[in-house]
């Protein structure tokens, strides 16, 4: 996959190969599992926005066989961020 900014953080879901990105999620979910990645997680931005993606998207736009293996792996839907702008907090 070639990362494109281009494209909204939505769109990822559906540009982005699933199987490959959910290794990558459940492998963070794994090492860091009580703290969400971020959009900007520096060791692998293309997995930061990709789940900031499925997060703005939510449970109702996301194939319901994707919302249950992310699930399964206790994504947290819902950022704990109030603002994407650190300036603004």
């Known amino acids: 996959l ?5 494209i ?19 492998e963070y ?3 860091y599992p009580n703290d969400p990645v971020t959009k ?3 060791p692998d931005p293309e997995l930061g926005a990709w789940a900031t993606g499925l997060r703005r998207l ?9 919302v249950r293996m992310l699930n ?9 961020r109030s603002c994407g702008s650190k300036f603004m907090l």
């Open 2 to 6: 070639d990362f494109n900014f281009q």
């Open 8 to 26: 909204s953080l939505e769109d990822l879901y559906y540009e982005a190969d699933f199987e490959d990105m959910y290794v990558r999620l459940a």
């Open 29 to 31: 979910q794994r090492l």
């Open 40 to 42: 900007k997680y520096r």
């Open 58 to 66: 939510g449970t109702e736009a996301v194939q319901p066989e994707h």
């Open 72 to 80: 399964a792996i206790n994504l947290n839907w819902k950022s704990k």
